[in-house]
Every structure is written in structure tokens, then in C-alpha cells.
T-cell receptor
Framework: KNEVEQSPQNLTAQEGEFITINCSYS?????LHWLQQHPGGGIVSLFM???GKKKHGRLIATINIQEKHSSLHITASHPRDSAVYIC?????????????FGEGTQLTVNP | KAGVTQTPRYLIKTRGQQVTLSCSPI?????VSWYQQTPGQGLQFLFE???????NKGNFPGRFSGRQFSNSRSEMNVSTLELGDSALYLC????????????????????FGEGSRLTVL
């Protein structure tokens, strides 16, 4: 079982729909990142969370530390939101910290 | 403010050769981390550097190495290339913090470069 599990793997929505992507993890973490990757490879950091909820424009990210679960919500989705969304957790080892990534969620928003 | 710059963007090598990739972080950022992305394995952590010190290393063979210079620029090197090393190599920079009594608190928000796409033939 992967340390970071995302669902769904693929998601197709119509423009304007409310979208939720889920991330569950099995290790103790110091932070959780939500990343966006467009075709061509560039990655943009959307949120870094250690507790609670953050909002930026139409994007909302929440985390429940006790349940080891985070969600990324997109309100009023738009075709330009089409991308791969990746959850990553920062955990600590004796040698230092590392990021472990989920497999990503491919989101397609149709006009 | 200039973003994270990775060079070269694309390169083709043959098996057995070696390659060096460069990452220039955002000015003022002291932490640089490297990642490998392949279709089969997804994104995987390679290394993390802070103030010229390697803080952690991922589960990769010794053919993968890296370093960070005093100006925070970082390089990674892959020797004796194998076909499976074909991937997108991404670096990310962040402000980072210096170690204290509570330990290294982690690099914080990450800013990624566009990546170096390596093809091994």
C-alpha cells in the first residue's frame, strides 16, 4: 500500500461543477502540499497545509490530521483547471525530511 | 523576481554516459530539492540540500549524486546512465530554515523549475 493515496485517479467534469480530490496518507507528517502540473511538466505549488483549511481564489484545501486525510476543492471549475493534481506529504526520518507523492489525479474540465 | 531555472531543458544521452543537471534557485532561497518523475513510478524524492549540506537522500543508487554551492545553486549528476534513468528531473527551491534546538523545520513552500527532460538511448 502506498504511503499516499489519491482518489479519484481520473476525473472529468463540466465547466462550473464543484470538484473534490481526496488524499489519504499513512505516515506522520509535518506538512501536506497540493501541487498542480500542466502538460509539459511544470509544477506549481497550490497549498502547503499543516492544519485546518486554506483558500485561494476558487481553490480550497482542508486537512484533518487525526484522520490523516486532506481534500482539494475547486469551485466553479473552468477548462483552464484541467491538469494533474498531486498530493505530497512531508515526513521526518532520522536523516531528515522527505516528500512522498501521491500518484496524481488527472482532471479534465470540459466547456 | 526570477523563478527557479533548470538547465538544460532537454537532453539525449546514450547508455553508459554521465549527465549533470543544474538548478538555480530563487534568489534568497537556501534549500534545494530534486525529484525524478517517470510514467511508471511517478514523482520520487532524490535529494534535499540546505546551505551546501545534503539533508536527506531518497532510495536511489549511488550513481545519483548531487551538491549545492555557496550561492545555493545545485547540481545533480547521474553516472553510467541506464535506459530507466529516462525521466523528467525537477528541482524545487524554498526559503528553508537553519537547524535549531528543535531541529531542521523543513523547507516550507516549494517553487519548482520547469524540469530537465532526459532521454537515455
Amino acid at each position: 500500500k502506498n504511503e499516499v493515496e489519491q482518489s479519484p485517479q481520473n476525473l472529468t467534469a463540466q465547466e462550473g461543477e464543484f470538484i473534490t480530490i481526496n488524499c489519504s496518507y499513512s505516515v506522520g507528517i509535518s506538512a501536506l502540499h497540493w501541487l498542480q502540473q500542466h502538460p509539459g511538466g511544470g509544477i506549481v505549488s497550490l497549498f502547503m497545509l499543516s492544519s485546518g483549511k486554506k483558500k485561494h481564489g476558487r481553490l480550497i484545501a482542508t486537512i484533518n490530521i487525526q484522520e490523516k486525510h486532506s481534500s482539494l476543492h475547486i469551485t466553479a471549475s473552468h477548462p483552464r483547471d484541467s491538469a494533474v493534481y498531486i498530493c505530497a506529504v512531508r515526513s521526518w526520518e532520522t536523516s531528515g525530511s522527505r516528500l512522498t507523492f501521491g500518484e496524481g489525479t488527472q482532471l479534465t474540465v470540459n466547456p | 523576481k526570477a523563478g527557479v531555472t533548470q538547465t538544460p531543458r532537454y537532453l539525449i544521452k546514450t547508455r553508459g554516459q554521465q549527465v549533470t543537471l543544474s538548478c538555480s534557485p530563487i534568489s534568497g532561497h537556501r534549500s534545494v530539492s530534486w525529484y525524478q518523475q517517470t510514467p511508471g513510478q511517478g514523482l520520487q524524492f532524490l535529494f534535499e540540500y540546505f546551505s551546501e549540506t545534503q539533508r536527506n537522500k531518497g532510495n536511489f543508487p549511488g550513481r545519483f549524486s548531487g551538491r549545492q554551492f555557496s550561492n545555493s545553486r545545485s547540481e545533480m549528476n547521474v553516472s553510467t546512465l541506464e535506459l530507466g534513468d529516462s525521466a523528467l528531473y525537477l528541482c524545487a527551491s524554498s526559503l528553508g530554515t537553519s537547524p535549531g534546538l528543535a531541529g531542521f523545520s523543513g523547507p516550507g513552500e516549494l517553487f519548482f523549475g520547469e524540469g530537465s527532460r532526459l532521454t537515455v538511448l
